[in-house]
């Protein structure tokens, strides 16, 4: 008898504390937001794109990853649909293609055009160019969504540090090790090292 | 003379006896997203899918020698599993010497960031005693509580023990193998991080930002493949380090292990005084 009251007692407290265990909605938790970079498919997009991902990720402790597009295109529709947070852009592509407007000789003048209709008319920021020109593409730069700089302050001051930090020479060896069969993110990550960026 | 009835007797409990050695493992506990809002025990092993939250007025006991296991779960892509378990009342795990409880992640080939992590967010109480925590992003997240974290082994994790606006003492842990060993940002806590392997992680302290001088790390062994401390990109003020073993004893081969002022001039300085000759011997738990 006195065995049967406590299977009872057990028995309902097993009840209660399984009652209080309740499938419900996730908390709020969260390890922050992860940013999203793109590579649009070629070796020196994925440097660049690693090259940014790992400074922010090791200088701010921000969860960052790599994402890839077949082309340009897709990536800066990805951008303007808010999936990515920054892609490595070249102003004359980004004149011609992008903005279907006619091209601009002069380097400097064609990064201004770019930079104000991008901010003007997309929401979006052309930050320090690289330093180095692609052919017709023009000069590579990182360009990030307003909402995304602002949401990281320090976001835009961190990455400018790469601001004319790649010569056209130094593009040219870091795509050449990616051939020679390093991976983009180790390339990326010892050039950062080098250059005390990390 | 032993009668019919006495063997048949004893045939029946050797048979018992049998069934109880064949008898399979309990089944483990498998939760989804759940709400702890009572006193909760857990042994065993439990498997966790989702978020198990233990609600202000909720309680989580681990006992000693349980296993938690958190499933991979990516819903929105980020490369960084879903599994967590979230604080906010009160949490007690504390395992021993012989029997630590095991926090891993439940896939076949582990890795970083499989689960999120054991978040104590404003948590009432925290005890955390002789545990292992492993292939999370976060070993254990701490944040606007009081805690102690002794005893235990965070490994193979991005970072293995992480804290901001705390009151907290890590002591005598093996802290190994993560990206970040100890990841904080004071904002205004303090803690005493002391007795401490830190060793073989790729930055053993990330002083990610809002840091004054108020948390002591003093008598840790402080080994790192890449950096020993590092400070993020908003931390200009100085951060000071004093008495801990860093791999070395030249003052010019400690240096080289700091990410400091010297490599960006925006940030503070990392100071070392009264550098260790040699690594500590501390007292801390196996190895499992």
């Not at chain 2, 007797?9 to 399979?24: M, V």
């Not at chain 2, 042994?43 to 989580?60: A, D, N, P, Q």
């Not at chain 2, 004093?242 to 990410?259: F, K, Q």
């Amino acid at each position: 008898m006195k065995i049967f009251r406590l299977s009872r007692t057990l028995t309902l407290l097993c009840s209660v504390a399984l009652l209080s265990i309740a499938a419900v909605a996730p908390a709020p938790a969260c390890v922050g937001k992860t940013l999203h970079i793109a590579s649009a498919g070629s070796i020196q997009q994925d440097i660049l794109a690693n090259a940014l991902a790992t400074l922010i990720s090791e200088r701010t402790g921000t969860s960052v990853k790599v994402d890839r597009f077949a082309d340009a295109r897709a990536a800066h529709d990805a951008l303007g649909k808010a999936d990515l947070d920054i892609v490595v852009a070249y102003t004359g592509q980004a004149r011609n293609e992008i903005l279907k407007k006619p091209a601009i000789a002069e380097s400097a003048a064609l990064y201004e055009a770019v930079r104000d209709e991008y901010n003007q008319d997309l929401n979006l920021v052309w930050l320090a160019p690289f330093g180095f020109s692609d052919g017709k593409l023009g000069q590579a730069a990182p360009v990030a969504r307003k909402d995304t700089l602002k949401k990281f302050p320090a976001l835009a001051r961190l990455i400018n540090k790469l601001g004319n930090a790649i010569t056209d020479g130094t593009m040219a060896k870091l795509e050449a090790q990616v051939k020679g069969g390093k991976t983009a993110a180790e390339v990326a990550r010892a050039f950062l090292k080098e250059s005390k960026l990390i | 003379m032993v009668s019919g009835r006495k063997l048949a007797l004893f045939g029946a409990l050797l048979l018992l006896t049998g069934a109880c050695r064949l008898a399979p493992p309990p089944r483990p506990l498998e939760l989804g997203d759940t709400v702890i809002s009572a006193a909760v025990t857990w042994s065993g092993e439990v498997r966790i899918r989702g978020t198990v939250t233990v609600k202000k007025e909720g309680s989580l006991t681990i006992l000693p020698g349980s296993r938690i296991l958190f499933e991979r779960v990516d819903k929105d892509g980020d490369n960084i599993g879903d599994a967590e378990i979230y604080v906010e009342g009160t949490l007690l795990a504390q395992g021993t010497a012989q029997e630590p409880i095991l926090f891993s992640s439940a896939a076949a080939t582990p890795q970083a960031a499989d689960w999120k992590f054991l978040y104590l967010d404003y948590a009432r109480r925290a005890e955390l005693a002789h545990i292992i925590a492993e292939y999370a992003y976060s070993g254990v997240q701490i944040h606007f509580c009081k805690a102690a974290v002794v005893d235990s082994e965070f490994r193979y994790n991005v970072d293995g023990v992480r804290f901001s606006t705390v009151n907290i003492e890590v002591a005598r842990n093996r802290i190994h193998h993560n990206t970040h060993g100890i990841r904080y940002e004071e904002r205004r806590g303090a803690g005493s991080v002391h007795h401490n392997a830190i060793v073989d992680n790729e930055i053993g302290i990330f002083v990610v930002t809002r840091s004054d001088d108020r948390t002591l790390f003093r008598d840790n062994n402080i080994v790192s493949r890449q950096y020993n401390v590092k400070l993020g990109l908003d931390q200009p003020g100085d951060v000071t380090f004093p008495h801990n073993w860093w791999g070395t004893s030249e003052a010019a081969a400690i240096r080289a292990t700091l990410y400091d002022h010297d490599a960006d001039a925006a940030l503070g300085k990392v100071r070392t005084p009264d550098p260790l000759p040699a690594s500590l011997a501390l007292v801390l738990p196996a190895e499992k």
